[in-house]
């Protein structure tokens, strides 16, 4: 037994759960109201599928919209299968839930956003909950070193 509980990696699994569980009922009853997600996924991943012309134009993360239009969701444990258009070019793509970096429905300002720590420290995943507002705005940086990711605005997305 561990002299630690591993709360980190426990509110990672939780709020995959979470995700999964929204997904299942929107697999199941379609997007209620105004209801539609953003959702950023590291492209590297090894379980991601995803065409090659799009890891070629998105060779680290990518953001796509569930809102409009999809087909054939179909959610697992491990991710989920999803249709989307992309300029009148339907894809379907694999993306496991530890692929996930952020989860945003910016119709009720509600935003998750997994961090992966350095490799030298213990921890694997943390898992943070914000409000929309915070999440989009970029984090101080504690030894100001530049970061790999950009953040981006959904500002223009909001009603």
């Known amino acids: 037994m561990t002299s630690t509980i591993d709360y980190g990696n426990l509110m990672h699994r939780a709020m995959r759960g979470l995700i999964q569980e929204v997904l299942t009922d929107i697999q199941k009853d379609g997007l209620p109201g105004q209801h539609h997600f953003f959702i950023t996924f590291d492209t590297m991943h090894p379980d991601v599928e995803?065409?090659?012309?799009?890891?070629?134009?998105?060779?680290?993360?990518?953001?796509?919209?569930?809102?409009?239009?999809?087909?054939?969701?179909?959610?697992?444990?491990?991710?989920?299968?999803i249709t989307l258009n992309f300029g009148d070019n339907p894809e379907t793509l694999y993306i496991p839930y530890d692929a996930i970096k952020t989860f945003v429905d910016p119709s009720v300002e509600f935003g998750l956003r997994f961090e992966t720590q350095d490799e030298d420290e213990e921890t694997d995943d943390d898992v943070e909950e914000a409000p929309m507002d915070e999440m989009v705005e970029p984090e101080e940086d504690k030894d100001d070193a530049p970061k790999e990711a950009e953040v981006v605005s959904l500002d223009q997305f909001r009603k």
């Open 50 to 81: 995803i065409a090659d012309w799009l890891s070629d134009r998105y060779p680290g993360e990518m953001t796509v919209v569930i809102q409009h239009w999809f087909d054939n969701l179909d959610v697992t444990g491990e991710g989920f299968t």
